[in-house]
């Protein structure tokens, strides 16, 4: 099992800009894809961004390409999120996930064993 913490959530204004870490416990991390889901309320928890174990892959909703980065640093066990031109449809929970199959990304939530407690990320308009 990884456990996984994220952080770095928080208010900001619509247009700004926000960094969300996950930090992995456990050495095998560097094998795993890592992705980043939201979940706003009333709605059902989404796929936002993959990234695969190496980092070379990755993969975006449509609704944060162009906007959003996500990158890996394996020597830290950290996963990030770059949100850059935040929009108040933005607001949500955020949650990384890790995949301990060793499988190339998937965008799917079943396809995630491990999960983080969420960070808050609220636009403000």
């Known amino acids: 099992q990884v456990q996984l913490v994220e952080s770095g959530g928080g208010l900001v204004q619509a247009g700004g800009s926000l960094r969300l870490s996950c930090a992995a416990s456990?050495?095998?991390?560097?094998?795993?894809?890592m992705a980043w889901f939201r979940q706003a309320p009333g709605k059902e928890r989404e796929f936002i961004a993959a990234?695969?174990?190496?980092?070379?892959?990755?993969y975006y909703a449509d609704s944060v390409k162009g906007r959003f980065t996500i990158s890996r640093d394996n020597v830290k066990n950290t996963v990030y999120l770059q949100m850059f031109s935040l929009k108040p449809e933005d607001t949500a929970i955020y949650y990384c996930?890790?995949?301990?199959?060793?499988?190339?990304?998937?965008?799917?939530?079943?396809?995630?064993?491990?999960w983080g407690p969420g960070t808050q990320v609220t636009v403000s308009s």
């Open positions: 996930a890790a995949d301990r199959t060793r499988l190339p990304p998937r965008t799917i939530l079943g396809a995630y064993d491990d």
């Open positions: 456990g050495r095998t991390f560097s094998a795993y894809a």
């Open positions: 990234i695969s174990w190496s980092g070379i892959i990755t």
